[in-house]
């Protein structure tokens, strides 16, 4: 079993919809990591969380610690959002990076 | 965006060859670190560095070493490339171990 389990693979939705990723994890962490890896290769930070919530502009990134969880939201998704989407925990044992797979997300005009 | 570079993007070499990839940094942050992406396996950390001449290795340092010379610059290489070698790499760099990271643009290493 991975010890960072991202879901859906892959999500296939409309312009303007409502986006939810989530990110699962079984080990003890200090913080998550979500990052944004758009075709072509470069990737981007968007979060660093360790408790409650956080907002930049149509995203917003949760955490709930006790249930090993973290969601990746997107409002009013747009074509632009299409990209893979990365969680990485960040472990309290040894201070390690452990990375998801990866969410492949489409948003279709 | 962090001023993070890699140079060379794109390199082809020959199966043998010994090849190194260089990842600066303007932002004299501390920490950096080499990854692997491949198809199934997502990123994978090859070595990082938590200051000049400090290195350690990572899950996939196999056929790989490092040096870290001055803050700004962290220099990948591989020996002696194999085909299985072929990757993306990304250099990344943050300010605290393992935490918030920002990344290069990656290089692209064919091994033929």
């Known amino acids: 079993k991975n010890e960072v389990e991202q879901s859906p693979q892959n999500l296939t939705a409309q312009e303007g919809e409502f986006i939810t990723i989530n990110c699962s994890y079984s080990?003890?962490?200090?913080?998550l990591h979500w990052l944004q890896q758009h075709p072509g290769g470069g990737i981007v930070s968007l979060f660093m969380?360790?408790?409650?919530?956080k907002k930049h502009g149509r995203l917003i990134a949760t955490i709930n610690i006790q249930e090993k969880h973290s969601s990746l939201h997107i409002t009013a998704s747009h074509p632009r959002d299409s990209a893979v989407y990365i969680c990485a925990v960040l472990m309290d044992s040894n201070y390690q990076l452990i990375w998801g797979a990866g969410t492949k997300l489409i948003i279709k005009p | 965006d962090a001023g993070i570079t890699q140079s060379p993007r794109h390199k082809v070499t020959e199966t043998g060859t010994p090849v190194t990839l260089r990842c600066h940094q303007t932002e004299n942050h501390r920490y950096m670190y080499w990854y692997r992406q491949d198809p199934g396996h997502g990123l994978r950390l090859i070595h990082y560095s938590y200051g000049v001449k400090d290195t350690d290795k990572g899950e996939v340092s196999d056929g790989y070493s490092v040096s870290r010379s001055k803050t700004e610059d962290f220099l990948l290489t591989l020996e002696s490339a194999t085909s299985s070698q072929t990757s993306v790499y990304f250099c990344?760099?943050?300010?605290?171990?393992?935490?918030?990271?920002?990344f290069g643009p990656g290089t692209r290493l064919t091994v033929t």
């Open positions: 080990v003890g962490i200090s913080a």
């Open positions: 969380l360790s408790s409650g919530k």
């Open positions: 990344a760099i943050s300010e605290q171990g393992f935490y918030e990271q920002y």
